[in-house]
Nanobody
Framework: QVQLVESGGGLVQAGGSLRLSCAAS????????MGWFRQAPGKEREFVAA????????YYADSVKGRFTISRDNAKNTVYLQMNSLKPEDTAVYSC???????????????WGQGTQVTVSS
């Protein structure tokens, strides 16, 4: 079973950038669709971005389109989320997840990382 560990979170000023990484264990990483989700305090978890097994298909929440980019390097068993032009409303715990199919829907994801905190200050 794949295990996921996120890194790269931190504190950044509005307008700044961060790149999150999600390192996966196991030899079947390339068989999974991958996604990023976030959850702010008092809010429900929401979809951010997803990427297909090969990396050829990407999907984004409307709130991050044009600012965030999801990518993956299957040789490194890693998925990334490049976040640019960050806004205070992007503040949340960001989690990566693995799915059997490429999806923007939470029920499709069977394995989750522990999450990494992203805080964007004004």
């Amino acid at each position: 079973q794949v295990q996921l560990v996120e890194s790269g979170g931190g504190l950044v000023q509005a307008g700044g950038s961060l790149r999150l990484s999600c390192a996966a264990s196991g030899r079947t990483f390339s068989s999974y669709g991958m996604g990023w989700f976030r959850q702010a305090p008092g809010k429900e978890r929401e979809f951010v971005a997803a990427i297909s097994q090969s990396g050829g298909g990407t999907y984004y929440a409307d709130s991050v389109k044009g600012r965030f980019t999801i990518s993956r390097d299957n040789a490194k068993n890693t998925v990334y989320l490049q976040m640019n032009s960050l806004k205070p409303e992007d503040t949340a715990v960001y989690s990566c997840a693995a799915s059997g199919i490429t999806s923007r829907y939470i029920p499709a994801y069977h394995t989750w990382g522990q999450g990494t905190q992203v805080t964007v200050s004004s």
